[in-house]
């Protein structure tokens, strides 16, 4: 079986994040305390992957400061098997679909990325464009290259790759975006499985 992700970029930024749990550990925030006034308490549920507490916090522990219900959602995924290929764009541009044109070249006064509906594969967005901000990767080392973007006006898929799947199997898909420039009017990302927005 295999689907297709996809990925668009379209007028204006929204970023949904997507929690799962499942395996057969289960997380343990202990017993009913009270907590006297000025006491607080650390709700550790244990050792897992990923975890999204009701006051939407992700960290591994919450420190509380009243009685109160709390709960927490947490994740224990395997992320050894990564079944994107060149998904840190190590390897350059190659192993993915675009509607967007590639470009390694100066396109005009501002650099590679002078021109709308561009792309490239580089170590810091600055190096595509001028007014783009400077920064690097956050892959781990030696981790160095990403996909730098300047957004076309319409919708136009921007990543696709189609993946080999086992059916009913649960998978984690994630990617890490980040503006390249100090400008609340950006692109905003839409996400896709077989043409069905997730």
């Not at 907590?35 to 244990?46: A, E, Y």
């Not at 100066?106 to 561009?118: A, D, I, K, R």
Request: glycine content about 8%; overall charge negative.
């Amino acid at each position: 079986m295999k689907f297709v992700i996809s990925l668009s970029l379209i007028p204006t930024l929204s970023i949904n994040l997507v929690f799962s749990q499942c395996g057969s550990v289960l997380p343990n925030l202990g017993n009913d305390t009270l907590i006297c006034q000025g006491q607080s308490i650390t709700l550790n549920p244990g050792t897992f992957n990923s975890y999204l507490w009701d006051n939407n916090t992700t960290s591994a522990t919450r420190n509380v400061t009243q009685t109160g219900e709390y709960w927490v959602r947490v994740g224990t995924l395997d992320l050894t098997d990564n079944l994107i290929v060149n998904g840190d764009f190590e390897l350059g541009n190659t192993g993915f679909s675009t509607g967007y044109t590639y470009s390694n070249t100066s396109t005009g006064s501002y650099g590679v990325l002078s021109q709308e509906g561009y792309y490239t594969i580089t170590s810091s967005p600055s190096l595509a464009h001028t007014n783009f901000i400077s920064c690097t990767d956050h892959t781990p080392p030696s981790g160095t290259q990403m996909m730098v973007v300047n957004g076309a006006n319409n919708p136009t898929n921007l990543w696709c790759q189609t993946v080999n799947v086992t059916p009913n199997t649960d998978y984690y898909f994630g990617t890490w975006v980040s503006n390249a420039l100090n400008d609340a009017n950006v692109a905003q990302l839409q996400f896709s499985i077989n043409n069905s927005t997730i």
